[in-house]
């Protein structure tokens, strides 16, 4: 478990700081491994905002943590007394990171390097799928949610997403004339950000939403917003597509 003291073993300290940079601030042995990270004591201090929306046992459930980092949360839900854990992120650094914190904490979690366009080859859903942080990452958003939904939540969905610009949720038509030009300019509207070249010096952030497109695009996949603890965090369960398969007539313009 993360020890709260300052750990003595200069071994773990220089084995820490080799796997570094870290971007989750983790306590392994007493040592903090991103204690100068630019947002605080991230993620837990997001987590202490949202983790009553979590049940403290989660005995016999399946969690499956998608972009895991370092596994702040997968090594969480474990110590919640959750069954089978899986973390999957594509970056091998991350994946290197979460496996020397699990095995540290003596904690039997199980990861695997792949992104979340390919989790349909884990063949099984969970109980609880965890995305966080993860889909303004992404140049395929709603692709993304479409697979989760589609291969592997089972029950419920964590999910965490970077917002931008109005955050109220205004009430929409179900359809507008195609003449309708002024709803689209409400700041309210959904709406993607879309990033060109870098935000927060990041080129790996693409689209940024505002409340109302998080929102919309959760529904679309199928999910219905259960809880909104904070700002940015939703916790979802599986709910259905309302959207037609076949693609609707394509209007001359």
């Not at 905002?49 to 049940?55: A, E, K, L, S």
């Not at 699990?102 to 080859?121: C, K, N, P, T, W």
Request: net charge negative.
């Amino acid at each position: 478990m993360e020890g709260s003291s300052r750990s003595s073993d200069p071994r773990l300290k220089q084995r820490i700081a080799e796997l570094g940079p870290w971007f989750h601030n983790l306590r392994i042995g007493g040592v903090e491994t991103a204690p100068d990270h630019f947002l605080g004591d991230y993620p837990r201090f997001k987590w202490e905002g949202f983790r009553h929306v979590i049940p403290d046992d989660l005995e016999g459930c399946s969690v499956l943590d998608v972009g895991c980092n370092a596994g702040f949360y997968a090594l969480e839900m474990k110590r919640r007394n959750a069954g089978r854990v899986v973390g999957i992120d594509s970056d091998p650094h991350y994946l290197r990171q979460a496996r020397f914190a699990a095995e540290h904490a003596g904690l039997d979690i199980e990861f695997h390097q792949m992104s979340v366009y390919e989790v349909g080859r884990l063949q099984e859903t969970f109980d609880l799928v965890i995305f966080m942080g993860v889909l303004y990452h992404l140049r395929h958003p709603l692709l993304a949610l479409d697979l989760l939904f589609e291969h592997v939540v089972g029950d419920r969905l964590l999910f965490q997403c970077l917002q931008r610009g109005d955050a109220r949720v205004p009430h929409l038509e179900e359809n507008y004339a195609f003449s309708e030009w002024a709803v689209f300019d409400r700041p309210d509207y959904p709406k993607l950000f879309f990033v060109e070249e870098r935000y927060a010096s990041d080129p790996s952030n693409w689209f940024i939403p505002n409340g109302a497109a998080v929102e919309a695009m959760l529904r679309s996949a199928g999910f219905v917003v259960e809880h909104h603890p904070e700002r940015e965090v939703y916790l979802c369960r599986r709910g259905e597509r309302h959207y037609a398969v076949d693609p609707p007539p394509r209007v001359a313009g």
